[in-house]
């Protein structure tokens, strides 16, 4: 089944305790991209990722941290989490940022 | 920087009747998107429309786009009470842009 996959989905964790929420894909798609998600502010793009070591800032990056080393693989990565990261984030993959996006299921952090 | 902006915010109809939504953005665009998200789940892909395209029909979702007025339209005919979740827009600017920019959506509540 084609899916775009995140772990955890749900995460309670503490200021400054270094976490990585985990996004997977099995399409082949070429661009991922992370996303968070707060109420009144809509969907914003933390990062992207073009292709295999390609990646690049979206709206909202400071705080974060992303690799691809791999094509079905975009972890997001928090080094030193803040209550104000405390939010709900979305991975994403396409075949191209032209394309339609498939989403995961989410993942809801919340840090103390 | 947010393109998609939504319109209206939020959205109650009884079942049956059309369901119109709106979205302007501020820059030339490569193409539009429309997605569906449902109470905090991950969003669903329901129409893409490229900037020299002004109409695509999708069972009963129709998407207009006026590039001249930087506008979109969402109509949803004959809704039913499955269709109640938020409804975002989402474009790509193009031009060497690699960013998908989500708007912050409109609301839609299906009576029964």
């Known amino acids: 089944e084609a899916q775009v996959t995140q772990n955890p989905r749900y995460l309670i964790t503490v200021t400054g305790k270094k976490l990585t929420v985990t996004c997977s894909q099995n399409?082949?798609?070429?661009?991922m991209s992370w996303y968070r998600q707060d109420p009144g502010l809509g969907l914003r793009q933390i990062y992207y990722s073009m292709n295999v070591e390609v990646t690049d800032k979206g709206d909202v990056p400071e705080g974060y941290k992303v690799s691809r080393k791999e094509k079905r693989n975009f972890p997001l990565i928090l080094e030193s989490p803040s209550p104000n990261q405390t939010s709900l984030y979305f991975c994403?993959?396409?075949?191209?940022?032209?394309?339609?996006?498939?989403f995961g299921p989410g993942t809801r952090l919340t840090v103390l | 920087s947010q393109q998609g902006e939504e319109d209206p915010q939020a959205l109650s109809i009884q079942e049956g009747e059309n369901a119109t939504m709106n979205c302007s953005y501020k820059?030339?665009?490569?193409?539009l998107q429309w997605y569906r998200q449902n109470s905090g789940r991950g969003l669903v892909h329901l129409i893409l429309i490229r900037s020299n395209e002004r109409e695509k029909h999708s069972g009963r979702l129709r998407v207009t786009l006026d590039t001249s007025k930087k506008s979109s339209s969402l109509l949803i005919t004959a809704s039913r009470a499955a269709d109640t979740a938020s409804y975002f827009c989402?474009?790509?600017?193009?031009?060497?842009?690699?960013?998908?920019?989500f708007g912050k959506g409109t609301k839609l509540s299906v009576i029964p």
């Open positions: 399409m082949n798609h070429e661009y």
């Open positions: 989402a474009v790509n600017s193009g031009a060497g842009s690699y960013q998908l920019t």
């Open positions: 994403a993959s396409s075949f191209t940022v032209y394309n339609e996006q498939f």
């Open positions: 820059t030339s665009i490569n193409n």
